[in-house]
């Protein structure tokens, strides 16, 4: 086990918060909001939730910082420059390299679709990336993920088409661990139901607007 004392986590911190500062501001979701506001504080609940040791919790915090990082590079398929990041500048915060290995593994299980398989660390990182689904920032992040996707590939997203989407994507979701299950799900749940209605009630508005357009014409 690694002295974690002699690892700078205040230091990657600094690093990665100027780092994200450079982000496309079109990342309306992926922007530094989502790593230091989102994310990372997931990270740190669900691991003490979980009973993790403080290397553990150091590891998949410091995974949480860099798992957007690829962002800088590239869009898509991201998650292996994020891996490039870390390899170059943890050394430096003095990581052993099996730490750094470790880190990496769960920035990779983070793309989607999600696969940490029985890795606790990793688990607990793509529990944390998607942590929003279960708390009242769900309909806020969602529209955030909305205006960047039409930015990014430009081309328009309806809400109701997003919405629509987005209930295939609660439904077939599912969480890893059973803090996520116990702080997460609940509101997730809530969530969902609060998507089905929205569907219907904007259903309902383009078939009065469907219908007035027929009249008209």
Known sequence: ????????????????????????????????????????????????????SEEEILLVETAALFHDTGYLDQYEKNEPKGCERARKHLPEFGYSPEQIETICSCIMATQLPQSPGENILAQILCDADLGHLGTDLYFLRGEGLRLELEKVFGKEI???????????FLQNHKYFTKAAHKLLV???????????????GKKEVVEEEKKKEEETN
């Open 186 to 200: 609940p509101r997730k749940e809530i969530n969902l139901k609060l998507n089905l209605e929205l569907i219907e």
């Open 1 to 52: 086990m690694q002295d974690v004392k002699k690892v700078d986590f205040e230091g990657v911190k600094q690093l990665v918060f100027y780092q994200l500062s450079l982000l496309d501001p079109n990342l309306y979701y992926h922007g530094r909001f989502h790593t230091f506001d989102d994310v990372l504080p997931f990270c740190t609940k669900l691991a003490k939730e979980e009973g993790l």
């Open 158 to 168: 309806t809400p109701l088409q997003w919405h629509t989407g987005n209930i295939k």
